[in-house]
């Protein structure tokens, strides 16, 4: 049996279609090779002298930016930096970067998912999104569904990336001793159905109603409902999260709350919820932020914040009803509705 088809085998296919897909492709080869260094660099972890240390800086949106944090940013920068883009937007610049006027594609990331968790030794990540050029920032003035492509890689027990052009979804491996990515899965498809939801609990009391009542209806398992048993995830790592859910299923929730500052949500439109919601339907499931599709977005700002809930598509859909029709938990189970199990 032969080896795996690589990455560089699926990219150079895609980019034989035109000139852009050249240029996109050409960018996705050079996100992978940036992340088999970074790979390296988190694996060592402390042995390479990066700490996951805060450094006094911040990013866009106010983190602390840590050593890990800008040194990632500064390999996915080197690794663009022969590609002719038009604009680029990294969560760990203020503001958007004009770059070739005539470049076909522009591309918006966030170099390290997750690097809060790096001395926890939990799985993080690098997410990407490849928009049409647009004359600079205002390629990403339009709505996620005019992605080009959009992936995210996964340092854990293994390096995977997950990519999508709009023609499906495939996952690839790092293979390290070759120092090439090799294809494991394709045409991935997230399950209908789950048994798996993943929220942070601990925000309960600040949630709105909509997003209690579905929560309610899990933990009431087979007594409630929905007539089954649920199991609650929650890493705390959004690549993670994903990763679960292209594999096994699942629903994720970061919705919007009444704490100060998470009206809107916590995750960022342009580099976090597009390229996943992308990558979620390319896979058969969905993502909204409760009561819209996130690819309808129209973004009014570089690093806007919103809420997502996305996986398996029945599940979205469910919490997507109750968001849009307050009625729906009674009809549900008029005796069960509201009763909040899940409360201290």
Request: glycine share 12%; hydrophobic share 40%; proline share 5%.
């Given at each position: 049996?032969?080896?795996?088809?690589?990455?560089?085998?699926?990219?150079?296919?895609?980019?034989?279609?035109?000139?852009?897909?050249?240029?996109v492709?050409?960018?996705?080869n050079?996100?992978?090779?940036?992340?088999?260094?970074?790979?390296?660099?988190?694996?060592?972890?402390?042995?390479?002298?990066?700490?996951?240390?805060?450094?006094?800086?911040?990013?866009?949106?106010?983190?602390?930016?840590?050593?890990?944090?800008?040194?990632v940013?500064?390999?996915?920068?080197?690794?663009?930096?022969?590609?002719?883009?038009?604009?680029l937007?990294?969560?760990?610049?203020?503001?958007?970067?004009?770059?070739?006027?005539?470049?076909?594609?522009?591309?918006?990331?966030?170099?390290?998912?997750?690097?809060?968790?790096?001395?926890?030794?939990?799985s993080?990540?690098?997410?990407?999104?490849?928009?049409?050029?647009?004359?600079?920032?205002?390629?990403?003035?339009?709505?996620?569904?005019?992605?080009?492509?959009?992936?995210?890689?996964?340092?854990?027990?293994?390096?995977?990336?997950?990519?999508?052009?709009?023609?499906?979804?495939?996952?690839f491996?790092?293979?390290?001793?070759?120092?090439?990515f090799?294809?494991?899965?394709?045409?991935?498809?997230?399950?209908?159905?789950?048994?798996?939801?993943?929220?942070?609990?601990?925000?309960?009391?600040?949630?709105?109603?909509?997003?209690r009542?579905?929560?309610?209806?899990?933990?009431?398992?087979?007594?409630?409902?929905?007539?089954?048993?649920?199991?609650?995830?929650?890493?705390?790592?959004?690549?993670?999260?994903?990763?679960?859910?292209?594999?096994?299923?699942?629903?994720?929730?970061?919705?919007?709350?009444?704490?100060?500052?998470?009206?809107?949500?916590?995750?960022?439109?342009?580099?976090?919820?597009?390229?996943?919601?992308?990558?979620?339907?390319?896979?058969?499931?969905?993502?909204?932020?409760?009561?819209?599709?996130?690819?309808?977005?129209?973004?009014?700002?570089?690093?806007?914040?919103?809420?997502?809930?996305?996986?398996?598509?029945?599940?979205?859909?469910?919490?997507?009803?109750?968001?849009?029709?307050?009625a729906?938990?009674?009809?549900?189970?008029?005796?069960?509705?509201?009763?909040?199990?899940?409360?201290?």
């Open positions: 049996m032969g080896q795996a088809p690589t990455l560089f085998q699926h990219t150079r296919s895609y980019a034989a279609q035109d000139a852009r897909s050249r240029t492709a050409s960018a996705v050079a996100i992978a090779a940036a992340a088999i260094e970074i790979s390296e660099l988190i694996g060592h972890g402390s042995l390479a002298g990066i700490t996951g240390a805060a450094q006094g800086g911040r990013n866009a949106d106010g983190d602390a930016q840590t050593d890990l944090d800008l040194h940013d500064a390999l996915i920068r080197a690794a663009l930096r022969p590609i002719p883009i038009d604009a937007v990294s969560e760990e610049s203020v503001e958007a970067e004009r770059g070739d006027a005539a470049a076909p594609i522009a591309i918006a990331y966030d170099p390290l998912d997750g690097s809060s968790n790096i001395d926890t030794n939990v993080v990540g690098t997410i990407f999104s490849i928009m049409p050029a647009g004359g600079g920032v205002a390629a990403f003035s339009r709505p996620g569904s005019e992605q080009l492509a959009a992936g995210f890689v996964i340092y854990g027990p293994q390096t995977s990336l997950v990519l999508t052009v709009g023609d499906g979804v495939d996952i491996t790092l293979d390290r001793q070759e120092r090439v090799r294809r494991i899965g394709s045409q991935v498809q997230v399950p209908v159905t789950t048994a798996e939801y993943a929220i942070n609990a601990s925000n309960y009391r600040h949630w709105d109603q909509p997003v009542d579905f929560i309610d209806e899990c933990v009431a398992g087979a007594d409630g409902p929905r007539g089954k048993e649920f199991n609650m995830r929650w890493i705390g790592s959004l690549v993670a999260e994903a990763y679960r859910i292209l594999r096994r299923g699942g629903v994720f929730l970061y919705p919007g709350d009444g704490r100060e500052g998470y009206g809107e949500g916590r995750l960022r439109l342009l580099y976090e919820a597009n390229p996943m919601a992308f990558i979620m339907e390319q896979a058969g499931g969905a993502a909204v932020t409760g009561r819209s599709r996130v690819l309808d977005l129209l973004p009014g700002s570089i690093h806007q914040r919103v809420p997502l809930v996305m996986g398996s598509i029945e599940k979205v859909r469910h919490i997507e009803l109750l968001h849009n029709d307050p729906a938990a009674s009809r549900v189970a008029p005796l069960f509705a509201r009763r909040g199990l899940f409360r201290a």
